[in-house]
């Protein structure tokens, strides 16, 4: 697993190289020749794929260029294509951007999976080909204005293509369904836009590779080809992958044209939905007028080292260093659902002998230190693969590599990734937390109290599921600013009852259903709560992958529980 995630090597399931070469086939490749090129061609499956749907007969010559690291997995993609004197075949076992870099190859196909490699595990010369690949694109670009950086070694590949594509070329990737929706790719949207006269996106309700929770959308971008009947951009869903054999995918919306909430994955949604949630987002202020502070946890940059239970604290012989010994959450997953997390909260983890003890160690020389804590510190600076804590990057950057900077005690915490719906909680028992957590402080004259009760509603919930960015498995997470910009219908006036009612409700894993019913009722009375309430179920099932049969069965037991709960909530509303 190690390798693959170092390497990008997941490969695409036959029944996707399939469907898409066949597509691309009988749709929109009639060039009688053909130049194609698959620049990451792994075991071959999209080549496999191509030439079985290819009619040779029809063809007068192909081309095709194979790129691939793997020399293994290069020579079996290469057995794949047919013997014919109509293929010219060259294979090319190297770094695809390195080649391209150095060349000015067009082709009327690039087709396949690129890899999916963070820029924080690429190697640097990986690193300096992504930012070339950059930089060549924005001098030719007045779109592309970032400054270089790429996130993820796909999207060089993405622009390395565009780039190679000829006047009526075809583009066909698997890539992550980040290009939908995280800020790093609106550049990249607003290119495919520009550059091709017909993009399909097909998403899938279902995860693609065996193994991992990486969601993809297959993007296909057509250039200037005179015979599409169809223009824009088009967005499809698959519900199993299995449907693709038939084919079988329904067609949703098309909100590209919106300056806001404008991320591609809101093709879930109508227009009048879209309006809607607009028009309502702007009665209300946004979390950060409320808030003084509202920043990413500590970061430790060794949280196995500076985090401890209490076994470890005693092996250590640290027990008893009261003094730097701070209480600290470092898991969203492991806090209750809670509106209010108490010592009691925090005492129930220390039972568990979870992790939850931070070394605060002074700034100073680690020779006025404790003889305890300079026997610990040795242990850190160890070394273990070829390098000790002191020596990585974060540590350098510090006065003494062993004190951990910013470490502030906050009045609330968001929990930065989530499930079934955002988590926000008071921090009663004035823990730390790490950076799996947004640090609350508030301004003066507002309430911690008040902004996390306002928080639950289904206005913001539906914000953050459309400014928020999901993950396989149904992650979805916000990032500082994302956090910050979400509209809240903030009550200055809410009640100690109302806040237990809230905090019992969570604890007590109430459908969130029931207790959105509760908190509309008090916070966004006067607004269509039903229809956001269809509006969130909507995105929430899109991120979850629940089928559309899941979905209209779970809208009508929501309806059903909230008639069965309406009496309960009037009783606590005017109790």
């Given at each position: 697993m ?20 066949n ?8 060039e ?8 990451s ?41 047919p ?15 390195k ?19 963070k ?45 190679s ?121 946004q ?19 500076f ?9 250590n ?52 230190l ?41 009045q ?23 950076d ?14 008040n ?70 009722s ?13 509006i ?17 069965y ?22």
């Amino acid at each position: 697993m190690t390798n693959k995630k170092n390497t990008g090597s997941y490969y695409t399931p036959k029944i996707l190289s399939d469907f898409l070469s066949n597509h691309i086939v009988q749709n929109y490749l009639n060039e009688t020749n053909i130049s194609v090129l698959e620049p990451s061609c792994g075991d071959g499956e999209f080549v496999s794929s191509f030439f079985n749907y290819l009619d040779l007969n029809t063809i007068e010559k192909v081309s095709i260029d194979l790129f691939d690291i793997n020399k293994v997995e290069l020579n079996k993609a290469k057995d794949l294509i047919p013997q014919s004197n109509k293929i010219n075949k060259v294979i090319n076992h190297q770094d695809y951007l390195k080649y391209y870099l150095s060349n000015d190859d067009k082709y009327s196909l690039i087709i396949g999976k690129p890899p999916y490699i963070k820029r924080n595990t690429l190697q640097k010369t990986q690193i300096k080909s992504c930012d070339e690949v950059h930089e060549r694109f924005k001098k030719s670009s007045e779109i592309i204005t970032s400054n270089g950086k790429i996130n993820n070694i796909w999207i060089a590949f993405v622009e390395a293509a565009i780039m190679s594509l000829n006047q009526n070329g075809i583009l066909c990737f698997v890539i992550p369904s980040e290009i939908l929706q995280v800020k790093y790719a609106k550049e990249l949207r607003a290119l495919i836009i520009d550059e091709f006269d017909r993009v399909e996106v097909f998403a899938f309700n279902e995860l693609i590779f065996d193994g991992i929770q990486q969601d993809v959308v297959a993007l296909i971008g057509i250039k200037g080809i005179e015979h599409i009947t169809q223009r824009g951009i088009s967005f499809y869903q698959v519900e199993k992958l299995d449907d693709l054999r038939e084919p079988k995918f329904t067609e949703k919306h098309n909100n590209i044209h919106r300056t806001t909430l404008d991320k591609w994955t809101n093709y879930i949604l109508t227009d009048e939905e879209l309006n809607f949630v607009d028009e309502i987002k702007n009665e209300y202020q946004q979390i950060k007028f409320y808030t003084e502070r509202a920043q990413v946890g500590i970061v430790s940059a060794a949280n196995d080292y500076f985090i401890l239970n209490d076994e470890e604290l005693k092996a250590n012989n640290l027990n008893k260093l009261k003094s730097i010994i701070k209480p600290i959450l470092p898991k969203g997953s492991l806090v209750p659902n809670v509106a209010n997390f108490t010592n009691s909260d925090f005492a129930l983890l220390k039972a568990k002998n979870v992790k939850v003890n931070f070394l605060l160690f002074p700034n100073l020389p680690k020779l006025k230190l404790n003889q305890k804590i300079i026997d610990y510190l040795i242990k850190g600076e160890e070394k273990k693969d070829g390098k000790g804590l002191h020596e990585r990057y974060k540590m350098i950057k510090r006065d003494n590599w062993y004190h951990v900077p910013t470490t502030w005690v906050s009045q609330g915490l968001f929990v930065k990734r989530s499930h079934k719906y955002p988590k926000i909680f008071v921090n009663d028992a004035n823990s730390l937390a790490t950076d799996s957590f947004y640090r609350i402080n508030m301004k003066e004259n507002y309430n911690i109290k008040n902004l996390v009760f306002s928080f639950y509603n289904s206005l913001t919930f539906v914000l953050a599921e459309l400014e928020g960015r999901f993950y396989g498995g149904g992650v979805l997470e916000l990032t500082p600013n994302e956090f910050k910009e979400l509209s809240i219908p903030y009550c200055k006036n809410i009640t100690d009852k109302q806040f237990n009612r809230l905090d019992q409700m969570l604890r007590n894993d109430i459908d969130i259903e029931d207790i959105l019913s509760f908190t509309n009722s008090i916070l966004i009375p006067h607004l269509d709560t039903t229809r956001l309430e269809k509006i969130r179920t909507k995105l929430v099932n899109r991120r979850m992958k629940k089928s559309i049969l899941e979905q209209d069965y779970n809208i009508e037991i929501s309806r059903s529980k909230k008639e069965q709960i309406i009496d309960e909530n009037i009783n606590v509303l005017v109790g």
